[in-house]
């Protein structure tokens, strides 16, 4: 018996749900993303439906009064987005999920985010486009919208699963980047990956970490909600505390009152990128199989990951030695690993559900123009399949 | 007891204020901090949440927590501050750019849901900071730097699109009656559930200037002229309605607040 059905037939005992009880469950990436954000300590959750992540609010409608937390529709992904950043502010744990244009709408209440440094985690299944597109299918070609998406000089990080299990860990990951780096923190699963089902061996309670926000513990008058501490990351009160702050998304000084100085303004940016940057390599998550002795790199992201290592797999039966890179952080770009493992190989080859290269381009300025990179596109909604990929490590290599 | 200014909620060393001569703003954010004054709220547990536009400017000029939101979304920033913790006094200002043009959606809704959020919406009929530009409620055949030959759409009734959305508390101000304007502010401030107070204010820079009262006092005379009491209002024979503006309470009824009613759905499922 597998232990897929093993675990079902554990699901309900005398018609009561004993899931959360249960250490291993079959279980679909987006129930796992919710699970996973309950792990996490999420309490709040806005969202507006949308295939394909609409499980992601159905679970959490369901989970989360009963563990004295809310879920609420929201009017639109606009408002989703905005709940849960003042959800945030007043000190919850907070997210929100949907696809490719409800991740559209998010963006410029994103920005503010980025710019109040509010701890918040977007969940975007990614759907096929432009537009409406192939709604039900998967791509992954959000990749620039997520880091460029809203308007002007800001960034954030993003996370990709390619699994059930990673949507479980990446998304407790996301909240504890979120909350120790004062910043949004995009998951960015694809359709695939959202709507597999695999076995999950649940954590045990403590068994991950979790982390929390830093708390302010001056005099309250001395609270300066943008005063970052040595670590770059200045605490955050909550509204209701004993601190009373300001947050704008007006460029503003250390006092959350807005300032339109020049060099207020340049202190500001930096400090957003520079904060990131400087924990760069904490936040930077890949990982690799089979590259210890390689002639074919492959780079990959959430679903084609698995195709990719079917397909290095096969190269090595076939006399080809190939490994996978799989990148689990995709801002920022882990452009150090990619190009230290590039210049080992002979040959890149990046798979990747879009027309345009989104990854490919990445990788491109990590190696160098002069790497013999191949690109495996594919972008009318159905999955890059290992076939595909050994055609371009067979090739020439 | 001396009466109430509202000093203890402005930043120190801030005056002047901004706004332009004659605007209303400075006199609706009076008679709020007042109310919060004679309703002693303390700065740790109210937050004042603004939008974008001469009324979104508001939160610089307070010690109360803040938030400055996006154009438009300023109500949905505060249905998740309020919906997380109830206990806290949430405050929206908005101008009728914010409150009912880009944020039409936002305002139905938060009527429909009733959250126990305080909207304020100063209304001086079009877009004062980019210039005077025809907004959600300038009235039909008014002229705005972006309808110089008339405005062909009509204006939202803000007050009646409040109470037909259901917030529990609906009002409508003019800032030539300033007391009353505190005492308005107070009964939605206290009113569980979402209430709406129209602050309806001249822009004597751009929408007076273009639609024939050019001095300050004439547009707050203009305003003063129109306004009938809302039960006086309602007496006015349909005809003789026409251009006057009903000035007061127009709603103020209990139906359970959003939290309220989320503690029943918590119950429930606590319970299964």
Same mark, same amino acid.
């Given at each position: 018996m597998s232990a897929?059905?093993?675990s079902f037939r554990c699901n309900t005992v005398n018609g009561k749900d004993t899931l959360l009880s249960k250490e291993i469950r079959l279980m679909q990436g987006n129930e796992a993303i919710a699970e996973g954000a309950i792990y996490a300590g999420a309490r709040f959750y806005a969202g507006y439906p949308i295939t394909p992540s609409s499980e992601i609010a159905e679970v959490c409608s369901q989970k989360l009064p009963k563990l004295g937390g809310m879920y609420i529709q929201m009017e639109d992904e606009i408002a989703s987005i905005a709940a849960v950043i003042g959800a945030s502010l007043a000190g919850a744990k907070a997210f929100t999920a949907t696809s490719g244009p409800g991740f559209s709408l998010m963006q410029e209440n994103l920005g503010l985010a980025v710019m109040g440094e509010v701890p918040c985690v977007v969940v975007n299944v990614q759907r096929a486009g432009p537009s409406t597109g192939l709604a039900t299918r998967p791509a992954q070609s959000d990749i620039m919208q997520v880091r460029w998406g809203r308007h002007g000089d800001q960034t954030l990080i993003a996370l990709c699963p390619s699994s059930v299990k990673e949507c479980f860990a990446l998304t407790v990951t996301a909240f504890n980047f979120a909350e120790r780096y004062r910043v949004p923190v995009v998951l960015m699963?694809?359709?695939?990956?959202?709507?597999?089902?695999? #076995?999950?061996?649940?954590?045990?309670?403590?068994?991950?970490?979790?982390? #929390?926000r830093k708390t302010p513990t001056g005099h309250p008058a001395d609270y300066k909600p943008f005063q970052a501490d040595e670590d770059g990351i200045a605490p955050l009160a909550a509204y209701g505390s004993e601190y009373v702050f300001h947050v704008s998304s007006s460029m503003h000084g250390l006092d959350g009152y807005s300032n339109n100085d020049p060099n207020n303004a340049a202190w500001r940016i930096r400090q957003l990128h520079e904060k990131i940057a400087r924990h760069r390599d904490e936040i930077v998550l890949?990982?690799?199989f089979d590259t210890d002795d390689m002639d074919v790199l492959l780079v990959t992201i959430g679903a084609t990951t698995r195709s990719g290592r079917a397909a290095a797999i096969e190269a090595r039966k076939r006399g080809v030695k190939a490994g996978v890179l799989q990148l689990q952080t995709v801002w920022p770009f882990p452009d150090r690993e990619v190009a230290e493992l590039g210049q080992r190989a002979k040959r890149i080859v990046v798979p990747e559900m879009n027309y345009s290269g989104q990854i490919a381009d990445?990788?491109?300025k990590a190696v160098g123009p002069d790497m013999d990179l191949r690109r495996v596109n594919r972008y009318n909604g159905t999955i890059i399949n290992p076939q595909d990929i050994l055609a371009e490590i067979f090739d020439a290599a | 007891m001396a009466h109430a200014t509202g000093m203890k909620y402005l930043k120190g060393g801030i005056l002047p204020h901004m706004w332009c001569a004659g605007c209303g703003i400075g006199i609706m954010l009076g008679a709020l901090l007042r109310a919060f004054e004679e309703?002693?709220?303390?700065?740790?547990?109210?937050v004042v949440v603004t939008g974008i536009g001469c009324t979104g400017k508001a939160d610089d000029y307070l010690v109360t927590n803040a938030l400055h939101t996006t154009h438009g979304r300023a109500l949905a920033y505060a249905t998740g501050i309020k919906a997380y913790n109830p206990k806290l006094h949430v405050v929206v200002l908005m101008g009728d750019g914010d409150g009912v043009t880009i944020g039409g959606n936002h305002f139905i809704h938060a009527c429909r849901r009733n959250m126990d959020l305080t909207a304020i919406i100063l209304n001086n009929f079009n877009f004062g900071m980019t210039g005077g530009q025809v907004s959600g409620t300038t009235p039909q055949e008014c002229h705005t730097s972006t309808t110089i030959y008339g405005n062909p759409e009509r204006g939202f009734d803000i007050c009646a699109l409040a109470e037909t959305a259901g917030a529990n508390y609906v009002a409508r101000c003019i800032p030539y009656y300033g007391w009353?304007?505190?005492?308005?502010m107070k009964e939605a401030l206290t009113q569980k559930g979402f209430s709406v107070v129209e602050v309806v204010s001249p822009c004597p820079t751009h929408f007076g200037r273009r639609n024939e009262m050019k001095g300050i006092p004439d547009m707050l005379h203009w305003l003063r002229d129109r306004a009938v009491a809302v039960d006086a209002y309602r007496n006015l024979p349909e005809s003789e309605r026409g251009e006057r503006l009903a000035i007061g309470t127009f709603v103020s009824r209990d139906f359970p607040d959003f939290n309220t009613r989320y503690e029943s759905v918590r119950?429930?499922?606590q319970q299964g």
């Open positions: 897929a059905s093993r699963p694809d359709e695939i990956v959202g709507h597999m089902r695999e #076995n999950v061996e649940l954590p045990a309670p403590d068994a991950l970490e979790v982390v #929390n890949t990982q690799t990445e990788v491109l | 309703l002693d709220y303390a700065a740790t547990d109210t009353e304007m505190k005492e308005t119950s429930r499922a």
